[in-house]
Nanobody, 127 residues
Framework: QVRLTESGGGGSVQAGGSLTLSCAAS????????MAWFRQGPGTGREAVAT???????RYSDIVKDRFTISRDPGKKKVTLQMNGLKPEDSAMYYC????????????????????WGPGTQVTVSP
């Protein structure tokens, strides 16, 4: 069973600032997998922000593209989300997610495809 733990959130960062979120995975992880960062604001659904496949292929939502960077360290089972140029609308609970298989879904039900989730870390961006 894969367990995920996020870190790096909490507190508040000013608009235009940067923040780095990390996700550490423990337990057995499949050689072919997809890891992702989702976020959920008050009263909204969980939306995909960035995904990274085990082969290193990445994809971003249009609203964070060119500002956020996802990367992974396979040897340490760690995924990082570097967030630059933060905006108040980026404020949300951010979740790390994992699924078996190298395909990273981006359809409206993408969240349901991920079998493991971290507890989340809060990101707050002040104007």
């Amino acid at each position: 069973q894969v367990r995920l733990t996020e870190s790096g959130g909490g507190g508040s960062v000013q608009a235009g600032g940067s923040l780095t979120l990390s996700c550490a995975a423990s337990g057995y992880t499949a050689t072919s997998n997809c890891m992702a960062w989702f976020r959920q604001g008050p009263g909204t659904g969980r939306e995909a922000v960035a995904t990274i496949r085990s082969d290193g292929n990445t994809r971003y939502s249009d609203i964070v593209k060119d500002r956020f960077t996802i990367s992974r360290d396979p040897g340490k089972k760690k995924v990082t989300l570097q967030m630059n140029g933060l905006k108040p609308e980026d404020s949300a609970m951010y979740y790390c997610a994992y699924k078996v298989g190298g395909y990273c879904p981006w359809d409206s039900n993408a969240a349901s495809s991920f079998g493991a989730w971290g507890p989340g870390t809060q990101v707050t961006v002040s104007p």
